[in-house]
């Protein structure tokens, strides 16, 4: 297997801005973001410290060398850092690099569908059996439900971890993805209650590929990184390569026989095949997409006005606070909406706040250990950003967040695999 490795890319310096300019008549065309303008100042040095040790607390936590970050406050200024280093000795972290989007994929598959629904398409109470062949007993399934992960659909990933962990150039086809999903125990009936699962936005992406007669690629391109401008954002064929040609090396660590976790000569998992994560995770990105990207989903800004997206969430889970919710192939973690995640090599998280625009966008580069930790780190950093002080002229907003920085903190020290860094 391999193991830590350099970077034999070197980093593209100088990342274009993203220019978003007047709406344009088609899913196709630009796209205008309705959010707050952006102050064009950096943020305080004091946030900056916080927001820093935040994201060296979570590396630490999970024997990530490297992580890129990027937080967006529209009234008081930017930060956009590559910090640490792309394994042991390795080269510095840049943050032009290109990496694995996870789990945010899974919200761009959704973008589709409810694209797709708003020009009549599809209707999002079309049964998956209507678009998805071979699939008897699963009438009862609705495109809307695959979204709102109400399914009761089992995650094919619990299933086949180990395999990807063993060959993770293997091609996956999406039917057998599927197949290894329902072959699991039904999770609860259609609509009744939210289960995370990378089945469900692979039945989606089958439902629009075959619905348009475009692959899921295209569609991705043309009605999500076309129209906002997201130049490194693409879904990948499916041959195993590295995320761009400038990447974040990705590592994965496992723990032993004994539960010890190997935090010091993980395997690379840079290089994979974009197959195993397909509609749910296979995308690719950098940070400046990230982070515009979560400010476009959050304020609907691919969708009518009138979309109900996210009108009708559902608690994500008993054990869960109640402000933290799903809909639509988003989360909505009190005022914020947005997607997080792991895929092997990297975790991540992006989120963004529709009515003051804050957008917070970070990738850890090693997928192992607790799964909400991105989403705790991002969490965190929207808690520390979200008290940035104003700049000249500027007005601090008003709105907050129903949790603290520390709390976000407590969960990824109290989780922590690779060391027990400060809380």
């Known amino acids: 297997m391999r193991g830590w490795r350099r970077s034999a890319a070197i ?12 709406s344009g008549c088609t899913p196709q065309g630009p796209v205008a973001l309705d959010i707050p303008s952006q102050v064009d100042a950096p943020l305080p040095d004091e946030t900056v410290a916080e927001l820093q040790d935040a994201v060296t607390t979570a590396m630490a936590a999970t024997g990530s060398t490297g992580a890129i970050v ?24 840049t943050a032009d690099l290109g990496f694995r989007a996870a789990d945010v994929t899974g919200a761009m598959t959704c973008d589709v569908l409810y694209e797709l629904a ?7 109470s079309d049964p ?30 619990s299933t086949l971890e180990g395999a990807v962990l063993n060959n993770p150039d293997r091609v996956w086809n999406p039917r057998e993805l599927i197949a290894y999903g329902i072959a699991g125990p039904r999770l609860n009936a259609p609509g009744a209650a939210f289960a995370d699962s990378a089945t469900n936005y692979v039945l989606v992406g089958l439902a629009v590929e075959h619905a348009t007669g475009e692959t899921l690629s295209d569609l991705i391109a043309e009605r999500v990184a076309g129209p906002l401008g997201l130049d490194a954002t693409s879904l990948p064929a499916a041959a195993a390569a590295d995320p761009a040609d400038a990447s974040l090396q990705g590592y994965w660590s496992q723990p032993n026989a004994d539960g010890a976790w190997n935090c010091t ?4 998992f840079t290089e994979m095949s974009s197959s195993y994560g397909g509609a749910a995770s296979g995308a690719v990105t950098d940070i400046d997409d990230l982070g515009r990207y979560a400010q476009a989903l959050a304020s609907g800004a691919l969708l009518p006005a009138d979309d109900d997206r996210f009108a009708a969430p559902v608690p994500v889970g008993g054990d869960q606070p109640t402000w933290f919710t799903a809909a639509g192939g988003t989360y909505q973690a009190g005022s914020l909406i947005g997607q997080y995640g792991w895929t092997p090599g990297y975790m991540v998280a992006a989120f963004a706040d529709p009515k003051t625009g804050m957008s ?40 907050g967040l129903p949790w603290t920085a520390q709390q976000m903190r407590d969960g990824i020290v109290g989780n922590a695999i690779c060391a027990q860094p400060a809380s």
Not at 118 to 124: F, K, R
Not at 265 to 268: I, R, V
Not at 361 to 376: E, I, Q, Y
Request: charge should be negative.
């Open 128 to 157: 998956v059996t209507k678009w998805v062949s071979n699939l008897p007993g699963y009438e009862d399934i609705t495109l809307r439900q695959l979204c709102d992960g109400t399914s009761g659909l089992f995650s094919y990933t």
């Open 360 to 399: 917070v966008a970070v990738v850890l580069n090693n997928s192992g250990g607790n799964k909400m930790t991105s989403a705790w780190l991002a969490w965190e950093l929207a808690a520390i950003a979200s008290k940035a002080p104003a700049a000249q002229g500027q007005t601090l907003p008003e709105a």
């Open 70 to 93: 990027g937080v967006w406050a529209p009234w008081s200024g930017t930060w956009v850092a590559g910090i640490g280093t792309q394994g042991p000795g390795g080269a510095a972290v």
């Open 11 to 22: 980093a593209i310096a100088g990342a274009s801005a993203l220019v978003i300019v007047l």
């Open 118 to 124: 708003a020009d009549g398409t599809v209707a999002l």
């Open 265 to 268: 000569d993980p395997a690379n």
